[in-house]
């Protein structure tokens, strides 16, 4: 008479997954199609992507948040300074000044024309106790205008600091 059967690997425990984790319940698991691998290969790959995804919007989130904004009604810009550093003009009008070139003392205190490119400041400190008028900026007494010259063009007007009694900036882009 032989006896019983040796238990084999799966006979006293229940159904088990491919990790070999007993499965809940007694009952056989649901049948699987034969490519249980490629299955999580599929799923893998679908992370993957949606990583991507979620990468690339993060990179343009920044990136477009580091452009900055046009002006004071925060629209957004771009700022392309053809590969040199924007530049500061800085202008000081002296304690005097006014009196000084009334009499016709040629100061320095602006060129005739100054040249700047898109992208570059004009900072003009007026130290006096005038108003004084250079080019297209009024700048009352001891007060500072600054100003970022954003499209290129020709401005002009009446100067007061400068013996000619004008004063351009040419903007280049």
Known sequence: ??????????????????????????????????????TRGMVVALAVIVATIVAGVVIAAVV?????????????????????????????VPPGASARTAQGEDLGIVPQVLEVSVGDT???????????????????????????????GHLEGACDVHPSGRFAIEVAA
């Open 1 to 38: 008479m032989t006896g019983p059967a040796a238990p084999g690997p799966t006979d006293d425990a229940g159904p088990t997954d491919d990790a070999g984790v007993e499965a809940s319940g007694g009952a056989d698991p649901a049948p699987r199609a034969s490519g249980g691998s490629s």
């Open 122 to 152: 004009i900072r003009i400190r007026n130290d006096d106790d005038v108003y004084a008028r250079v080019g297209i900026f009024s700048v009352a007494p001891h007060s500072t205008v600054t100003m970022r010259f954003t499209t290129p």
């Open 64 to 92: 477009m948040g580091s452009r900055g904004t046009d002006s004071a009604d925060d629209r957004p810009g771009i700022e392309v300074v053809s590969g040199r550093s924007s530049v500061t003009h800085s202008f000081v």
